[in-house]
């Protein structure tokens, strides 16, 4: 599920936020129609849990395999 997030930042872009998070191609269709939004992706709408690590408190231990990005602010998303 996904919403539109203000362009370059991650703030929502619509009343309601990640609440109304969506996977229906007409709304997002009508959304991203509107402006070149960042996309927002709603996690525990989607089953999953992520940890959130910030630059400063980023783990020295060994995770299982997960799928891991690093954030812009050089934290870590688990």
């Known amino acids: ?5 203000v362009r370059n ?14 996977t229906d ?3 997002i269709d009508r959304w ?5 939004y960042n ?3 709603s996690p525990e ?6 940890v959130d690590f910030d630059k ?6 060994q995770f299982p395999s997960t799928y891991t ?3 812009p602010s050089g934290g870590l998303h688990l």
Do not use: M, S, Y
């Open 56 to 61: 400063n408190a980023r783990p020295d231990d």
């Open 32 to 36: 991203w129609a509107e402006d070149d």
């Open 9 to 22: 930042g991650k703030q929502p872009a619509i009343a309601g936020g990640f609440h109304v998070a969506t």
């Open 39 to 41: 996309i927002g992706v």
């Open 69 to 71: 990005v690093t954030t």
């Open 25 to 27: 191609l007409q709304t």
């Open 45 to 50: 709408h989607a089953g999953w849990l992520v």
């Open 1 to 5: 599920p996904v919403f539109p997030c």
